[in-house]
């Protein structure tokens, strides 16, 4: 296991929605870059744009060239487009990607619980299991996802605890969506668990077009990753970095970062929890 540094770097991306008609060789730049700049990625889910095994071959084979720091990752909505994420889950894995369904895994000191997560709308407004057996099934899909998430992060022992989601835990970074379809792009049962303990950040996807940072109820930092939307607020640097204090004194392993929070000037998005 690599040694445990004071100082680790999450860099944290979304939706590459790699496709068949993607050009070879297009993401090496993009994963040379997070190379250089982090110690571990974290990928949001809609990894492959139609969930074809094939899809995922060639993402597996682009990652391989050039990205050279352990890789954990959850799978979106279009990874299961195909019926095959199973698949693509073993293609992920020989290329060294843990991807996290329920699961948890720790690297370099912090612990990561990850699950795709679900639909169903946000607060007050959100979809109830009231009526017809289709409505009731779809809502507790995304209750039956906060549980695995709740069981995920009770299996990790770390100091620091991330969340890694496809779809959104809170309304505020899918703010910027049309609002009809904020039902669609997250549910705010998935954030129940994360305030039920320590979580230092949450990363999710799925949102293109929403805000990039939020906080739960409980004022956890929440990241929208979606690569779409890193490149419209950093382009020169498309995808988000925090860096985690890890063995911090006790009194600092408070929920949500206690510790400080910077943002860098020139709008590359560092934060340091
Ligand atoms: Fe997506
Ligand atoms: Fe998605």
Not at 23 to 45: H, K, M, N, R, W
Not at 123 to 128: F, Q, S
Not at 170 to 187: D, K
């Amino acid at each position: 296991m690599p040694p445990v540094k004071d100082l680790v770097r999450i860099a944290a991306l979304g939706d590459l929605h790699y496709s068949r008609n993607a050009a070879v060789g297009g993401l090496q730049p993009l994963f040379s870059q997070i190379t250089e700049s982090a110690d571990i990625l974290a990928l949001c889910g809609d990894l492959t744009d139609y969930g074809l095994p094939e899809e995922a071959r060639a993402l597996a084979r682009e990652m391989a060239s050039s990205l050279k720091i352990p890789t954990v990752a959850v799978l979106g909505n279009h990874d299961y487009e195909s019926g095959q994420q199973q698949e693509l889950q073993k293609i992920f894995a020989d290329a060294g990607v843990t991807t996290l369904d329920g699961d948890s895994t720790e690297l370099l000191g912090i612990g990561f619980a990850g699950v795709k997560g679900f639909a169903g709308g946000f607060g007050r407004r959100a979809l109830g299991p009231w009526g017809e057996d289709i409505i009731k099934k779809f809502v507790h899909e995304a209750l039956d996802e906060a549980l695995k998430l709740e069981a995920s992060l009770a299996r990790l022992r770390t100091d620091r605890l991330v969340v890694l989601l496809h779809y959104a835990p809170v309304q505020q970074t899918v703010e910027g969506e049309p609002l009809e379809i904020y039902p669609f792009l997250g549910c705010s049962r998935l954030e129940e668990p994360i305030g039920r303990f320590p979580v230092s950040a949450v990363f999710h996807g799925h949102a293109h077009h929403g805000r990039p940072e939020g906080l739960t109820a409980k004022g956890v930092p929440v990241y929208n990753v979606s690569l779409c939307l890193m490149r419209t607020v950093s382009p020169e640097r498309p995808f988000r970095i925090v860096e985690f204090e890890v063995h911090p004194p006790a009194h600092e392993c408070a929920p949500h970062a206690s510790g400080e929070r910077r943002v860098s000037g020139d709008r590359r998005s560092v934060e340091r929890i």
